[in-house]
Every structure is written in C-alpha cells, then in structure tokens.
C-alpha cells in the first residue's frame, strides 16, 4: 500500500499529475481545485489511496486527511467507484458533503457526473453516521449550522449506547436542536428521556 508520497511535479495535465519520487514517476490522479495549487517544478506531498484491480493499480491524491478519508468512505457505497468517489469530492467540498448527508439532502449529488439519483440517495443513506469523527475538524465544522453538528452527534452516541440507527435519529429530530441553549449534553438527555418514554 503506498499512503502517501513526496516529490516533484514533473507535468500536470487534466485529471492527473506525474511525481518525480527518487527517478521513479508516479501518475496520481487528482481534483481540479488540487490542480490548480500544483506548479511544475515544485515539490509536494500527497495522501494517496492505491486502487488494485486485476489488469491495473491506480494511484489518487489528496491534500488533506479529510478529503482522503472522504474518498474511501465514498469507496463503501454500493456503486461508487474512485472515478466517481473522485467526481464528487471534485464537485463538493467535504463540508458540502457532510451537510448534505447530515440534512439527507442527495440533490447535491445528482449534480456529480456519474452519479444518478439511486447512487445519490444510497451516499445519503450509507455514509450516515459514518462522519462523525468528520464532524469536529476544522475543514467542516465551520461550514455546518451548530444544530446539524449536535444532531450528528447525538445520534452517533445513541448508536453507541445500543439504538439503532433510525430510531436514534427519528429521536433526535423530534426536538429543537436549534436553539441557542441546545448542547449535545443537553440534546442526548432529552433524546434518552424521550426514547424510555417511548420504550
């Protein structure tokens, strides 16, 4: 497995640039926003995700932990491939990403070349609960209302105490997760006493 690499850009051309490590030349296959920060001659690293299949071995790169972690969460769902996990994470940032999935939003992702409407919704529904470790970097946090941040987390500690995943977050919904005083403390206690009540 190679997890990441440094070296020279030797070219960069539309979808890939080639890496000068040590006289060996890699093809790394990149974003267009990651393109354009690359300049010939410079030298750079990359978090790279190495894709093997019976006739090839291709190589992606990231600039960030994120949007690498991103890519391989994209992996996981049912027919997403890397030329499409790449399609996306070029279309939408990963904060876009994660407030789509955290508002069930798969609209974003029918505007991802590649991706139809039952790949956008099984993104949706497959990498819920998946992002919240995403949740709480710097990339994302900003970009997310406080209130679909809490939901996220909540409903990821319901999970962790032994609810499934849909009556957690049908749980966390039916309260006001929007109010200036809300916290996840605050949120998860209402979200237990309501889920006894119902039990």
């Given at each position: 497995m190679i997890a990441s690499l440094r070296g020279t850009v030797l070219s960069v051309r539309e979808n890939t640039?080639?890496?000068?490590?040590?006289?060996v030349g890699y093809a790394v296959n990149i974003t267009p926003s990651h393109k354009r920060s690359l300049h010939v001659g410079n030298?750079?690293?990359?978090?790279?995700?190495?894709i093997v299949r019976e006739d090839s071995m291709t190589l992606f790169g990231f600039e960030n932990p994120e949007s690498l972690e991103l890519f391989e969460l994209l992996l996981s769902v049912s027919g997403v491939g890397p030329r499409s996990a790449l399609a996306v994470l070029a279309e939408l940032s990963p904060a876009d990403i994660l407030t789509a999935v955290v508002n069930e939003d798969d609209t974003a992702f029918k505007k991802v070349s590649g991706v139809g409407p039952k790949t956008a919704k099984l993104i949706i529904v497959?990498?819920?609960g998946k992002l919240t470790a995403l949740s709480h970097t710097d990339v994302v946090a900003s970009a997310i209302p406080a209130s679909s941040a809490i939901t996220?987390?909540?409903?990821?500690a319901l999970v962790g105490l032994g609810w499934n995943e849909k009556t957690a977050r049908d749980a966390v919904e039916s309260l006001d997760t929007s109010s200036a005083s809300a916290?996840?403390?605050?949120?998860l206690k209402e979200a237990l006493a309501s889920l006894a009540r119902n039990s």
């Open positions: 640039c080639i890496v000068d490590v040590n006289g030298e750079y690293s990359f978090l790279t995700s190495l497959q990498l819920a996220l987390s909540v409903v990821q916290t996840t403390a605050s949120v």
